[in-house]
T-cell receptor
Framework: NAGVMQNPRHLVRRRGQEARLRCSPM?????VYWYRQLPEEGLKFMVY????????ESGMPKERFSAEFPKEGPSILRIQQVVRGDSAAYFC????????????FGSGTRLTVV | DQQVKQNSPSLSVQEGRISILNCDYT??????FLWYKKYPAEGPTFLIS?????DKNEDGRFTVFLNKSAKHLSLHIVPSQPGDSAVYFC?????????????FGKGTKLSVKP
């Protein structure tokens, strides 16, 4: 029973390019959360999704960032026209429906914008 | 506005002694608190949690204490072991509009010296 799988582990993008981060939740988990950790900071909530639904995107920047969790396939966090300030570690977590707080994190994707 | 604060960026403890990590919060609506442990290049791992209806929860070497009147919680590790060296994040949930997302502190880096 694999844990939460995130890929790629490391992603380098030039300013202005697009970044796509993928997250496959644990088997049986239908809730996905995305968090971002800037250097020397704690994790900041970005978005909470269920299959085909965005439940809470209050932590998402208004522009350039989007997230989806389709019926089939992984959840995708998409960052368009990346800037240096987007460089961070992006963590995905998943949980079963009955335990909203007891979620499991993936190992993260470290995005570096050059 | 930081709702969850970990005021000590780092803590150094001798092996076998007690480690005490502290966390303060400002939102009285929080009703669930968690501690996560994070090693470099890995995702956070859930350690222990406590509901606001309790003031103590114990799991092996780890005990979390909650003082609601002071809006303060602490994690005690006894006895501390070198393998406990990691960054510890305090997190809270249950504030207004909460959908299960967590508010994290900035973390405390614990070093346990042999």
């Amino acid at each position: 029973n694999a844990g939460v799988m995130q890929n790629p582990r490391h992603l380098v993008r030039r300013r202005g390019q697009e970044a796509r981060l993928r997250c496959s939740p644990m088997k049986g988990h239908s809730h996905v959360y995305w968090y971002r950790q800037l250097p020397e900071e704690g994790l900041k909530f970005m978005v909470y999704l269920q299959k085909e639904n965005i439940i809470d995107e209050s932590g998402m920047p208004k522009e350039r960032f989007s997230a989806e969790f389709p019926k089939e396939g992984p959840s995708i966090l998409r960052i368009q026209q990346v800037v240096r300030g987007d460089s961070a570690a992006y963590f995905c977590a998943s949980s079963p429906p009955s335990r909203a707080y007891g979620y499991t994190f993936g190992s993260g994707t470290r995005l570096t914008v050059v | 506005d930081q709702q969850v604060k970990q005021n000590s960026p780092s803590l150094s403890v001798q092996e076998g002694r007690i480690s005490i990590l502290n966390c303060d919060y400002t939102n009285s609506m929080f009703d669930y608190f968690l501690w996560y442990k994070k090693y470099p290049a890995e995702g956070p791992t859930f350690l222990i949690s406590i509901s606001s209806i309790k003031d103590k929860n114990e799991d092996g070497r780890f005990t979390v204490f909650l003082n609601k009147s002071a809006k303060h919680l602490s994690l005690h590790i006894v006895p501390s072991q070198p393998g406990d060296s990691a960054v510890y994040f305090c997190a809270a949930s249950g504030g207004r509009g909460s959908q299960g997302n967590l508010i994290f502190g900035k973390g405390t880096k614990l070093s346990v010296k042999p």
